[in-house]
């Protein structure tokens, strides 16, 4: 009886949330689709008029293209700089993640607004391209999250016999590494890509302080959009959403699959 | 030897370029005045200026409610996810993650089309006529517009902890008679104590690091630690680098023993625990 009563409790008190936080989101869609919607309860009427107009602004199409190199870009960086480091770690020196524990609380104590005034003391006056320091500082920033993708993806596999057969079988190093540990850790790379990816194309604070109005990426467009005109900047919005929707979508779908392929496995091995 | 410099080298070089030379020069340059010579006298402006120390007073008061409202409902929202079947749960997962990324700019503007001066909440009040309290450009509105990616961040930092919690201990204090309040204070509390200390810091540090979203809403209009750090880089009010070097720093060592300190304490938790 008791424990009926607290799950309705419970579903009572998580819906308050969710709607409670889904709110904003509601009405920013609401609003991409309003005709108008000033000082009124509900909007005036329905209309796709704003959606038009920024498919066919050739600013909107601009900044998607920055905010995807910047991604593309950040992404490459990322993997390049971690993946190593992150094997490493996992397959012969498990210690080392101790000491790169203060990775996780990177964010925390080192946030982007700090992190640019560090930035632009150092490099703002040197002659070096300031969009090579955005990059790499948008690398760093995405490295809590990428480290934590890339750590998941060597659970499970014995990474360093397989690594070492492969050596043994005259394979160099890197070509061992690109042969025989990526396709295995091909899924988790591929969750820690597209979660580097999104951070770098939100990003914000860095590019717009750092390369100010002279690289318009989504954000910032976004920002100058509210400025003047407010039902573009909710379609812009929305179309963020649905793009952060779309990419949370396919990462619960892959999770899902290799969780249920972990059941599987484990299943038969208990069998043997 | 070789290969270990040949792995560590990309990660050696970014971390060296863009987090230990940038933090150390800050660190440095927060001790010089305009003219490069050692000094406190940014410290001094700091401290001693109206201005700043509002700064300061505001980024603290705002987070610290803030955080503790969502640590709050972060808590039952978990405790409340724990209940439900496993699908529900994923897709309520998902909807949090995006909810917590979707701080920023669109969250600023969203919460201007509710509670803005032209907004929905607005028109809610006047048609009931009832007096509208809320104002979005507010110490009070950035409180509350934190919430919305506080909660959701809380929430999926606690759903593991209490999902780990082992459900026949519930049934054991149960036959042994113990009510649940009972269990709830005496068993379940000492035992997320530490995670609740834990997720606190970083949910307080979260919300002290918070620019975007406040400079989206407000420009540099709510004096915070953030914003004064930025207006003081890109030269809105003087541009003065130094100074914002000495905020920054200030930022950095106060958040860093909060987060050390709060390590500690669930650190000797843990161990008494085990």
Known sequence: MEKH???????????????????????????????????????????????????????????????IILGIVTTIIAMCCFLPVVFYANVYDESIKARLRFITVLPFTIPGIVLVTGLVRVYANLPIPQMLVLLLAISLLSLPVTYQALDNAFIAHDFRAMFEQALILGDSPLKAFVKVVIPNIRVGMFIAMLLTFTSAFGEYVLTNIILGGNYETLKIYMYRLMQSNGQASSVLTTVYFFFLAIISIIMIAIMKRQGNKKVEEVGDTKKL | MATRLKIFLPFGLLILSVLIVPVSVMLISSLQNMDGGFSFSNYHQIFFSRYYRGAIYNSISISLITSLISLVISIIGAWALTKLSLSTKNILITVFNMSSSFAGVPLAFSLIILFGNAGVFKAITSTLHVHDALNIYSVTGMTFAYTFFEIPLGIMFFFPVLDSLNREWFEVSDVLGASKMFFISKVIFPIILPNIVEIFVLLFANAMGTYETVYALMGNNLVSIPTVIGSLINGELVANVPLACAFATLFTVIMTIIVWLGNRVTNIKGRRIS
């Open chain 1, 5 to 67: 009563a607290d799950k309705v409790i419970a579903k009572i008190v998580i819906t308050l949330i969710s709607v409670y936080l889904v709110a904003p989101i509601i009405a920013t869609i609401m609003y991409s689709f309003a005709k108008s919607w000033v000082n009124t309860i509900l909007p005036d009427g329905w209309t796709l008029e704003w959606y038009l107009q920024l498919v066919t602004n050739s600013d909107f199409l601009s900044a998607l293209v920055r905010s």
